[in-house]
């Protein structure tokens, strides 16, 4: 089946740093790729879409400077959260889609700021 | 706005049991509802998807329904197991959102006894 691969799969960093994390499509391209955030024994809350080659889309209350996407080809997108601060530490998911076809998800990314 | 909420939130049950999770939605504009399994600190998995236009799925021990006019699913899991015990989301892919992204719910916490 479809896979998506999330890197890294757990970071910790100082408060301030810049946090890069990746979203491939291993064996699909993907049109859409969703980037979602879970806070501790909360449901996942959607951030922002990705599209390929176009800006994301980012739901209501997401800072669009503070959790930069980019998108930049069909098998690879990046969330970079930015100056991150311990409020930030959460966990991060990804999904990818091929056209109309069923979301794949990423095994997420735990990070923590310290 | 679409709303996905779970009922019960969390369940501890002997094993052998057939259980009943369920999943309500306040929009029955759905492309499809999928449910997922989560374990703790991991990623999601999926475990059946259900188109709009489809009543029922069925994968082993688990059956999932979906009564799209009165915006419910429910989750059977049959003779349940130790193994069984994670956290099962259900969420719904609204067709008002023209991205297929996913609303997810707030999660039924199950516990198998063995």
């Known amino acids: 089946g479809a896979v998506v691969s999330q890197h890294p799969s757990w970071v910790i960093c100082k408060s301030g740093t810049s946090v890069k994390i990746e979203c491939r499509s291993l064996?699909?391209?993907?049109?859409?790729m969703f980037w979602y955030r879970q806070f501790p024994k909360q449901s996942l809350m959607l951030m922002a879409t990705s599209n390929e080659g176009s800006k994301a889309t980012y739901e209501q209350g997401v800072e669009k400077d503070k959790f930069l996407i980019n998108h930049a080809s069909l098998t690879l997108s990046t969330l970079t959260v930015t100056s991150a601060h311990p409020e930030d530490s959460s966990f991060y998911i990804c999904s990818a889609r091929a056209g109309n076809q069923p979301q794949h998800f990423g095994d997420g990314t735990r990070l923590s700021i310290l | 706005k679409q709303e996905v909420t779970q009922i019960p939130a969390a369940l501890s049950v002997p094993e052998g049991e057939n259980l009943v999770l369920n999943c309500s939605f306040t929009d029955s504009a759905i492309y499809n509802l999928q449910w997922f399994r989560q374990d703790p600190g991991k990623g999601l998995t999926s475990l059946l998807l259900?188109?709009?236009?489809?009543r029922e799925q069925t994968s082993g021990r688990l059956n999932a329904s979906l009564d799209k006019s009165s915006g419910r699913s429910t989750l059977y899991i049959a003779a349940s197991q130790p193994g069984d015990s994670a956290t099962y989301l259900c969420?719904?892919?609204?067709?008002?959102?023209?991205?297929?992204?996913?609303?997810f719910g707030t999660g039924t916490r199950l516990k198998v006894l063995a």
């Open positions: 064996d699909f391209q993907a049109t859409t």
């Open positions: 969420a719904v892919s609204p067709t008002t959102s023209g991205t297929y992204k996913y609303i």
């Open positions: 259900i188109q709009s236009s489809q």
